[in-house]
């Protein structure tokens, strides 16, 4: 019911409006017509209901551009889960407490909008959010809140609910404590060594419990936040790997053991304890903005598995619900609309349209008769459920193997460990010369050993170590300023490497739904129209249904409160309703919903049909449609990366045909791909250089076999718990930007490192000629850090051009 892919078709547009920023989210893009003002339906749609509901506010809250709203908005999900979790709650309290995971919120105005929402329902009484972990906790009178209501209504704004999960946040939560604690024995510290600085006397009475107490404090510090570096660092050389905590471990250990020493021996010149304190908290704060950043990424998503898909027994046996992985051979299950089927099955009750792009790539839905096999994966697109029988158990089902999560292997930069190797060498050449120079030829053990020590310690890449991870979390922000996140923290490393780009097409360079090319038809319906229309698509799956309903909600977001018509479903025809006139109303094939009369008259004009006693009444063409900058990011990759491959599943005539469209070679294109397929050429032409971006669990196998990986499906459990990142909106400028960001990181990377060899040739320099002393390295250290700061934001990439046309968002 679709027709095939074609090219974009835009409007020519005048040049204040060939770039515009999306009404909602911020983001620029490129309208089609002249009167887009929005970069996709979600933000359309979202926008909308903000505007009908009052809740403009949210556009004064939030700062800045926002991201763009996934399709998943229009795409009803089962909530019963919710409801069962409820049921639990309140069986053991009278005023029951629940931890939720949330995916969405991004900012201030997300979590007023939640807040709205939440005590909008009676009964609601506290929400507690969590944004950064990704988790809401809420409160209500027993017996007296809708939490099902309340979670749909959420995830029509873009925010998404699951079960609380085991989130990963240990590595996250260990820094944060170490770094608090850290903070504040330094800040102990410096407060009991500034008097030694302001000239306090050694006979003063509180001399001696000032030092004891500064030792104290330095050796709590280097327990506490100086062991991190050394778990980790003996971790990496146990593994081969040489990496900035070795240094940063060294320069500790000399430092606080050289303190200990010029302590016990009365020699003040040696005492570097608020060195040791300051330096700890340093190095814990870079590292955990570091962290911070990509945990927050990750958590922005649910850690959601689609194993975990509930399934009901048929009506006739009865019993309560169970996870897809609980299926066995020969047992009989209820699948859903909207639900995959998770092994091979055959259809038990009626036949069913069944989506397939999720695992083969086809964006046309498949009719499969009773007693006809269905594959694993296949989408439920109709809109009553199918008794199923499984053909195989979860563990036997090729998509059990699919959800598989293989471990990465680790991925390190060959180039720093060198440099880093080289580093180290030359410094301790540099620090044992200057001690045997003073030794031998000055005859000044005590000196010797003192230059020895400052070498050492001001030697210490302070600004590397807080420069680092400061540069990482600025380019990572710009991304999601971009809608494309990052989640592992060795992404650069790997980024730096890609020298081929791999491809899906269906839903990764084309959109995720069909796009109406003629939506003027849905606008000069009459509002009865509308309304049966309306219940016509609603609750469907079905790719056409989706793209209607995408339609009619961007333009009237109020559809969604519309009370529906009993719909009855033909599979591989279409849908059909009664009005209370007693209009017999269907959507679908013209064969099927046309009188064979009007059939044969409009054999030329195909499409979609919408009737109404077998006259048409409008007619509805779809087709893929490319997403937004595609032909500029290959373009841009193919002269700057190297080569591009498309992998699908998909028919070769339409990949060929779009290969051709956006200039790929036809030996680089490979069509009607299975899931081992992806994999195999995957695995071939990967060199440890490859990028791979896909969206479909026919993608899963691929994944485990590319260099670096990436996703714009967020909301099905699957490739977004495997990729390296993940985008988000309907374009591709994210991705277009991103290795020009990675050069510009890099140079930036360059400056940082020119600039700490300098200060280091500086500062050893004054420890050779006895120059150093506890006060100066105290000055100098934390200077070295903050022009090291300072040089990362200047030179921090600029956010997404917003165009002059709009200064501000929102309605």
């Given at each position: 019911?679709?027709?095939?892919?074609?090219?974009?078709?835009?409007?020519?547009?005048?040049?204040?409006?060939?770039?515009?920023?999306?009404?909602?989210?911020?983001?620029?893009?490129?309208?089609?017509?002249?009167?887009?003002?929005?970069?996709?339906?979600?933000?359309?749609?979202?926008?909308?209901?903000?505007?009908?509901?009052?809740?403009?506010?949210?556009?004064?809250?939030?700062?800045?551009?926002?991201?763009?709203?996934?399709?998943?908005?229009?795409?009803?999900?089962?909530?019963?889960?919710?409801?069962?979790?409820?049921?639990?709650?309140?069986?053991?309290?009278?005023?029951?407490?629940?931890?939720?995971?949330?995916?969405?919120?991004?900012?201030?105005?997300?979590?007023?909008?939640?807040?709205?929402?939440?005590?909008?329902?009676?009964?609601?009484?506290?929400?507690?959010?969590q944004a950064v972990l990704g988790r809401v906790r809420i409160r209500w009178k027993k017996g007296g809140f809708n939490a099902a209501k309340w979670a749909a209504e959420c995830q029509k704004f873009g925010y998404l609910l699951a079960p609380e999960s085991e989130k990963n946040n240990r590595g996250h939560l260990a820094v944060t404590r170490r770094m608090g604690v850290s903070a504040a024995l330094a800040m102990n510290c410096m407060l009991f060594t500034v008097p030694h600085y302001f000239g306090m006397e050694e006979d003063f009475l509180y001399a001696p419990l000032f030092t004891g107490l500064t030792v104290l404090f330095a050796t709590l510090s280097f327990l506490v936040g100086g062991t991190y570096f050394f778990q980790r660092t003996w971790k990496g050389l146990r593994m081969g790997q040489i990496h900035i905590d070795l240094p940063i471990s060294l320069g500790l250990f000399f430092a606080y053991t050289g303190s200990l020493y010029g302590w016990t021996q009365g020699h003040l010149s040696l005492l570097y304890f608020d060195f040791v304190a300051v330096f700890v908290f340093l190095m814990l704060l870079g590292r955990w903005t570091q962290e911070l950043a990509l945990e927050k990424n990750r958590n922005f998503l649910l850690r959601q598995r689609n194993e975990n898909q509930r399934l009901?027994?048929?009506?006739?046996?009865?019993?309560?619900?169970?996870?897809?992985?609980?299926?066995?051979?020969?047992?009989?299950?209820?699948?859903?609309?909207?639900?995959?089927?998770?092994?091979?099955?055959?259809?038990?009750?009626?036949?069913?349209?069944?989506?397939?792009?999720?695992?083969?790539?086809?964006?046309?839905?498949?009719?499969?008769?009773?007693?006809?096999?269905?594959?694993?994966?296949?989408?439920?697109?109709?809109?009553?459920?199918?008794?199923?029988?499984?053909?195989?158990?979860?563990?036997?089902?090729?998509?059990?193997?699919?959800?598989?999560?293989?471990?990465?292997?680790?991925?390190?930069?060959?180039?720093?460990?060198?440099?880093?190797?080289?580093?180290?060498?030359?410094?301790?050449?540099?620090?044992?010369?200057?001690?045997?120079?003073?030794?031998?030829?000055?005859?000044?053990?005590?000196?010797?050993?003192?230059?020895?020590?400052?070498?050492?310690?001001?030697?210490?890449?302070?600004?590397?170590?807080?420069?680092?991870?400061?540069?990482?979390?600025?380019?990572?922000?710009?991304?999601?300023?971009?809608?494309?996140?990052?989640?592992?923290?060795?992404?650069?490393?790997?980024?730096?490497?890609?020298?081929?780009?791999?491809?899906?097409?269906?839903?990764?360079?084309?959109?995720?739904?069909?796009?109406?090319?003629?939506?003027?038809?849905?606008?000069?319906?009459?509002?009865?129209?509308?309304?049966?229309?309306?219940?016509?698509?609603?609750?469907?799956?079905?790719?056409?249904?989706?793209?209607?309903?995408?339609?009619?909600?961007?333009?009237?977001?109020?559809?969604?409160?519309?009370?529906?018509?009993?719909?009855?479903?033909?599979?591989?025809?279409?849908?059909?309703?009664?009005?209370?006139?007693?209009?017999?109303?269907?959507?679908?094939?013209?064969?099927?919903?046309?009188?064979?009369?009007?059939?044969?008259?409009?054999?030329?004009?195909?499409?979609?049909?919408?009737?109404?006693?077998?006259?048409?009444?409008?007619?509805?063409?779809?087709?893929?449609?490319?997403?937004?900058?595609?032909?500029?990011?290959?373009?841009?990759?193919?002269?700057?990366?190297?080569?591009?491959?498309?992998?699908?599943?998909?028919?070769?005539?339409?990949?060929?045909?779009?290969?051709?469209?956006?200039?790929?070679?036809?030996?680089?294109?490979?069509?009607?791909?299975?899931?081992?397929?992806?994999?195999?050429?995957?695995?071939?032409?990967?060199?440890?250089?490859?990028?791979?971006?896909?969206?479909?669990?026919?993608?899963?196998?691929?994944?485990?076999?590319?260099?670096?990986?990436?996703?714009?499906?967020?909301?099905?459990?699957?490739?977004?718990?495997?990729?390296?990142?993940?985008?988000?909106?309907?374009?591709?400028?994210?991705?277009?930007?991103?290795?020009?960001?990675?050069?510009?990181?890099?140079?930036?990377?360059?400056?940082?490192?020119?600039?700490?060899?300098?200060?280091?040739?500086?500062?050893?320099?004054?420890?050779?000629?006895?120059?150093?002393?506890?006060?100066?390295?105290?000055?100098?250290?934390?200077?070295?850090?903050?022009?090291?700061?300072?040089?990362?934001?200047?030179?921090?990439?600029?956010?997404?051009?917003?165009?002059?046309?709009?200064?501000?968002?929102?309605?």
């Amino acid at each position: 019911m679709s027709t095939p892919l074609s090219s974009i078709k835009r409007q020519t547009l005048s040049p204040e409006t060939a770039n515009r920023a999306c009404l909602h989210c911020g983001l620029p893009f490129q309208p089609r017509l002249e009167s887009d003002q929005f970069c996709c339906h979600g933000c359309h749609f979202v926008h909308g209901l903000l505007h009908h509901q009052g809740l403009e506010k949210f556009y004064e809250l939030r700062e800045g551009s926002g991201q763009p709203v996934a399709a998943h908005v229009f795409h009803p999900r089962d909530f019963s889960w919710l409801e069962d979790l409820v049921e639990e709650a309140e069986a053991k309290s009278d005023r029951p407490v629940l931890s939720l995971d949330l995916q969405g919120i991004s900012c201030l105005g997300c979590v007023w909008l939640l807040e709205r929402l939440f005590h909008g329902y009676p009964g609601a009484l506290t929400i507690d959010i969590q944004a950064v972990l990704g988790r809401v906790r809420i409160r209500w009178k027993k017996g007296g809140f809708n939490a099902a209501k309340w979670a749909a209504e959420c995830q029509k704004f873009g925010y998404l609910l699951a079960p609380e999960s085991e989130k990963n946040n240990r590595g996250h939560l260990a820094v944060t404590r170490r770094m608090g604690v850290s903070a504040a024995l330094a800040m102990n510290c410096m407060l009991f060594t500034v008097p030694h600085y302001f000239g306090m006397e050694e006979d003063f009475l509180y001399a001696p419990l000032f030092t004891g107490l500064t030792v104290l404090f330095a050796t709590l510090s280097f327990l506490v936040g100086g062991t991190y570096f050394f778990q980790r660092t003996w971790k990496g050389l146990r593994m081969g790997q040489i990496h900035i905590d070795l240094p940063i471990s060294l320069g500790l250990f000399f430092a606080y053991t050289g303190s200990l020493y010029g302590w016990t021996q009365g020699h003040l010149s040696l005492l570097y304890f608020d060195f040791v304190a300051v330096f700890v908290f340093l190095m814990l704060l870079g590292r955990w903005t570091q962290e911070l950043a990509l945990e927050k990424n990750r958590n922005f998503l649910l850690r959601q598995r689609n194993e975990n898909q509930r399934l009901e027994p048929p009506l006739s046996e009865g019993g309560a619900p169970f996870p897809s992985s609980a299926v066995k051979r020969g047992m009989h299950f209820l699948l859903k609309p909207g639900q995959y089927c998770p092994v091979r099955a055959e259809t038990c009750s009626r036949e069913g349209a069944f989506s397939m792009d999720w695992i083969t790539g086809e964006p046309e839905s498949r009719v499969f008769p009773q007693g006809r096999e269905v594959p694993a994966g296949a989408l439920l697109a109709g809109r009553e459920s199918i008794e199923m029988r499984a053909l195989e158990g979860w563990e036997d089902s090729h998509l059990h193997r699919l959800f598989q999560i293989d471990v990465r292997e680790s991925s390190h930069n060959p180039v720093l460990q060198k440099v880093i190797t080289v580093y180290l060498v030359l410094i301790l050449l540099i620090a044992t010369g200057g001690f045997m120079g003073w030794f031998f030829l000055a005859g000044e053990p005590v000196q010797a050993f003192q230059v020895m020590v400052s070498v050492l310690v001001v030697s210490c890449p302070c600004a590397i170590g807080v420069a680092w991870p400061l540069l990482d979390e600025v380019f990572a922000a710009a991304l999601r300023k971009r809608g494309l996140f990052i989640k592992e923290p060795n992404f650069w490393v790997r980024l730096d490497r890609v020298r081929k780009v791999l491809l899906d097409k269906t839903g990764t360079l084309t959109r995720e739904n069909l796009v109406l090319e003629n939506p003027g038809e849905l606008d000069r319906l009459a509002p009865p129209e509308k309304k049966i229309l309306w219940s016509l698509v609603d609750q469907s799956s079905h790719p056409v249904a989706r793209c209607l309903r995408e339609e009619f909600l961007a333009r009237e977001p109020s559809l969604v409160r519309q009370e529906l018509n009993p719909v009855r479903e033909f599979p591989g025809k279409g849908v059909e309703t009664t009005s209370a006139e007693g209009g017999v109303y269907r959507l679908g094939h013209p064969d099927w919903a046309l009188s064979s009369r009007e059939t044969v008259a409009e054999s030329t004009d195909r499409g979609t049909v919408f009737s109404r006693n077998e006259e048409p009444i409008a007619r509805f063409h779809l087709r893929e449609e490319l997403r937004e900058g595609v032909f500029e990011t290959i373009q841009q990759w193919q002269e700057e990366i190297g080569p591009v491959y498309i992998l699908s599943g998909d028919r070769p005539a339409k990949v060929s045909k779009l290969a051709h469209q956006i200039g790929v070679p036809a030996n680089q294109t490979f069509s009607r791909q299975s899931p081992e397929d992806k994999a195999r050429l995957t695995a071939d032409l990967d060199c440890r250089d490859t990028l791979l971006i896909g969206d479909g669990a026919n993608d899963s196998l691929a994944f485990d076999h590319a260099f670096l990986s990436g996703t714009p499906a967020v909301d099905r459990g699957l490739l977004e718990n495997k990729a390296d990142f993940y985008f988000l909106g309907q374009s591709l400028f994210a991705l277009r930007e991103l290795f020009a960001l990675s050069r510009k990181r890099k140079r930036v990377l360059r400056q940082v490192f020119t600039f700490t060899i300098c200060y280091n040739a500086m500062a050893v320099t004054l420890c050779l000629y006895g120059l150093m002393n506890p006060l100066l390295a105290a000055i100098i250290m934390p200077l070295s850090s903050l022009i090291s700061i300072g040089s990362v934001w200047l030179r921090r990439p600029a956010p997404p051009t917003i165009p002059a046309n709009i200064q501000k968002f929102g309605p």
